[in-house]
């Protein structure tokens, strides 16, 4: 239930982050759709055939894509409301949230197909910053996991926080909940104070 909770969560959430996206880069309704698609979806399904899950949960389940479409649609008929022009403040925070979700969600479904610690925990950081990569390729944007203060660095600490309480036996939705809020915060912490992890120059 934790799992289908964050998952479905995220899902929504990174719809609206992509499609908001996708509209403060001209694109059209379909494209729109599309890139709010791969958004929400894309790092779930790269997880969920990585691990095996197959058919991935974003095919086998008609809410997935039902929510993406609807959330994406949802964003563009708000579009006037949304003033999403300047909108970099709603859209880190709504792609800080849709990290920690996934993050959480991805580390939790690989543990509960027997993966082990460090894999899982990669798997959730894979699930978090997978469909921000795919966007990042649409858009013509260098993915921001490879320039970003803190991103993937954060959806790795959020699904170690999942890892090591379900190691230690303690409750999935307060593990979920610690897991989430340490990938937000962190996340939210780099773009406050401009940490960022050495570069190569």
Request: glycine fraction near 14%.
């Amino acid at each position: 239930m934790v799992i289908l909770c964050a998952d479905l969560a995220g899902t929504v959430v990174f719809a609206a982050e992509g499609a908001m996206a996708a509209m403060m880069r001209g694109l059209d309704l379909f494209g729109i759709m599309v890139v709010a698609f791969v958004v929400a979806l894309g790092g779930g399904m790269i997880r969920d055939v990585l691990i095996g899950a197959v058919p991935p949960s974003a095919i086998r389940d008609w809410r997935y894509p039902v929510l993406a479409f609807l959330t994406g649609l949802g964003v563009f008929a708000c579009r006037r409301m949304l003033h999403v022009a300047p909108g970099g403040h709603v859209l880190a925070v709504l792609d800080a949230a849709g990290l920690s979700l996934f993050a959480v969600a991805g580390a939790e479904k690989a543990l509960s197909h027997g993966i082990g610690p460090l894999a899982a925990a990669l798997m959730g950081m894979l699930t978090g910053v997978g469909g921000g990569v795919m966007r990042d390729v649409l858009l013509a944007r260098v993915p921001l996991i490879l320039v970003s203060d803190i991103y993937a660095t954060a959806a790795l600490a959020g699904a170690s926080v999942v890892v090591a309480g379900r190691r230690l036996a303690l409750p999935a939705a307060a593990v979920a909940g610690a897991g989430a809020m340490t990938c937000f915060c962190l996340r939210l912490a780099a773009l406050r104070y401009g940490w960022r992890l050495p570069g190569g120059m």
